[in-house]
């Protein structure tokens, strides 16, 4: 039985605390917030012990995982402290998106995971459905070919104007490591970004890429789309064959070029994705029997490693908008692996 903390008990973090407590596999042994009265309210739900400090918690409980749902600006600066003091601690580290919403802090961290040899994964989500499992299943078998061209939608409603960069560091870690879960490392960037009406920050973002395999992609994403429509469609096609996923988890259908059938899909009950924060369950499902098995922190799926990348491209975006639109290339992540 693995023994968890949740560093961050807030809106996200409560949903960290639920699926650790309901997990077979693990127990939720403390939780911990700056605002005590969170951290005090988790932990009678939960029956456990609350602290108000990382180091105070990680001295006095016996620990094998911490889960960081701290948010901050950006919904991510938050992240590195109790990030870092876990992994000096020795301890192995799920954190949410984005793994930080500064780029240097980023790069620290899974520096920092790969000299103390801890597992550091990132609640990268919307790639734990079933549909993506056979997305990629395709690929590996060779059914889709070369790869071609890559295109992804994620659209959402949210009128917060943090920051200008609001919408592209918080929302679209999820769509581009999608991308990179099928397509791999990304090389280089275009962008171009738009205001709506009122707002503040960039809201709405078009994006090309190309990968270092020489597939193409796009990426459309928007904080200015209403919430009662998808959110998500993705769609990879090589010279054999295309599939599409329709709304993270409810539909996928692949297209084999040469032949008349498609192979499709459909969200049911027993698939075990039901409503979105299912996804949530599937994700630290992933990361726990990782942790159990004894995996490489090398071959962590939705890795540190993998959020960096996501993070390089994101920012690389910007500064390719910053200048006019110019092709911008991508930091590569050394010694990554996507699994």
Request: hydrophobic share 40%; glycine share 8%.
């Amino acid at each position: 039985m693995l023994k968890v903390a949740v560093v961050g008990v807030n809106k996200i973090g409560k949903l960290h605390c639920q699926y650790y407590h309901m997990h077979p596999e693990t127990q939720l042994v403390a939780v911990c917030d700056l605002v005590e009265e969170r951290a005090k309210q988790m932990a009678e739900t939960y029956g456990v012990v609350c602290y108000t400090d990382i180091n105070s918690m990680l001295e006095a409980q016996e620990i094998d995982i911490v889960s960081v749902a701290t948010a901050g600006e950006e919904n991510g600066s938050h992240h590195y402290l109790p990030v870092t003091t876990a992994i000096e601690a020795g301890k192995d580290v799920l954190v949410e998106k984005p793994i930080s919403n500064k780029i240097e802090e980023a790069r620290v961290m899974v520096q920092f995971a790969r000299e103390k040899g801890v597992r550091f994964a990132c609640n990268l989500n919307h790639r734990f459905v079933p549909p993506a499992n056979k997305g990629k299943e395709l690929i590996e078998k060779g059914e889709l070919g070369s790869l071609l061209f890559l295109n992804m939608k994620l659209t959402i409603q949210n009128p917060k104007d943090m920051t200008p960069w609001f919408h592209m560091r918080a929302l679209h870690p999820h769509s581009i490591d999608v991308m990179r879960y099928f397509g791999g490392d990304i090389r280089r960037v275009q962008s171009f970004m738009t205001k709506a009406p009122g707002r503040d920050t960039w809201s709405t973002a078009s994006i090309n890429m190309e990968f270092t395999s020489g597939a193409v992609g796009h990426l459309t994403g928007s904080y200015d789309m209403s919430r009662k429509h998808p959110i998500e469609y993705c769609e990879v096609a090589g010279n054999k064959g295309r599939f599409e996923i329709d709304n993270v988890y409810e539909r996928f259908t692949f297209y084999p070029h040469q032949k008349d059938e498609l192979l499709s899909g459909r969200n049911s009950i027993m698939t075990g994705v039901g409503r979105f924060h299912d996804t949530f369950a599937n994700r630290f499902d992933q990361f726990i029997r990782e942790v159990k098995d004894g995996v490489a922190p090398a071959e962590i799926s939705a890795s540190g490693s993998d959020a960096l990348a996501v993070q390089e491209v994101i920012e690389a975006a910007i500064q390719s908008h910053m200048n006019n639109g110019a092709v911008i290339e991508v930091p590569q992540v050394s010694h990554h692996i996507i699994q």
